[in-house]
C-alpha cells in the first residue's frame, strides 16, 4: 500500500512570526496538531500543539507575545505519495516522529501521514505482503 493512498490530503500552514495563541485557534479551527512553517512558500520546519504546550507553556511564554519561531522545530521530515507506507513507518521510528510531510515527485506538499493513520490500517496493511516460497 502506498503513502498516497492513506495520508490527509492537504497540509495546513503558517509562518515563524505567527503567534502560538493564533497558531493554536488555527489548529484547533482545522483540527490537526501540526502546522506546516513556510518562509518564502518553502517549507522550513514545523510547530505542533506539543511544541506549544511543552516549548512554550511550560517555560512560561506568554501565546499572545511569543511566535512560533521561538518554539518550532527547525527540521522537515517527508516522504513520497508514490513511497510505501512501510516506509513511512521507518522513517517515523528512525527518526522518532508522529508525522511526515508528503510530496508528489513534482516537489508539490500534497498532504501529510501519521502515526495515526498508519495505526488504524488493518494489520495485513501495515504488514506489507507476505512472501511465499
Known amino acids: 500500500m502506498l503513502i498516497g ?5 492537504g497540509v495546513e500552514t503558517t509562518s515563524t512570526g505567527a503567534t502560538l495563541q493564533a497558531t493554536a485557534l488555527k489548529m484547533r479551527e482545522a483540527g490537526v496538531g501540526m502546522l506546516l512553517v513556510l ?3 518553502r517549507p ?3 510547530v ?6 511543552v ?8 501565546p499572545r507575545t511569543s511566535h512560533v519561531g521561538d518554539v518550532m522545530t527547525r527540521r522537515v521530515f517527508c516522504c513520497y505519495e508514490d513511497e510505501s507506507i512501510e516506509e513511512a ?20 506538499m500534497v498532504g501529510v501521514i501519521t502515526g495515526d493513520d498508519l495505526a488504524t490500517l488493518p494489520r495485513e496493511e501495515r504488514a506489507g505482503p507476505v512472501t511465499g516460497e
Open 39 to 41: 518562509e518564502n512558500e
Open 48 to 53: 505542533t500543539d506539543r511544541d506549544i504546550t
Open 89 to 108: 513507518a521507518r522513517r517515523m521510528e528512525e527518526h522518532t516522529i508522529r508525522r511526515l510531510i508528503v510530496f508528489d515527485r513534482g516537489e508539490r
Open 44 to 46: 522550513i520546519g514545523v
Open 5 to 9: 493512498d492513506v495520508m490527509t490530503r
Open 55 to 62: 516549548r512554550a507553556t511550560a517555560n512560561g511564554l506568554d
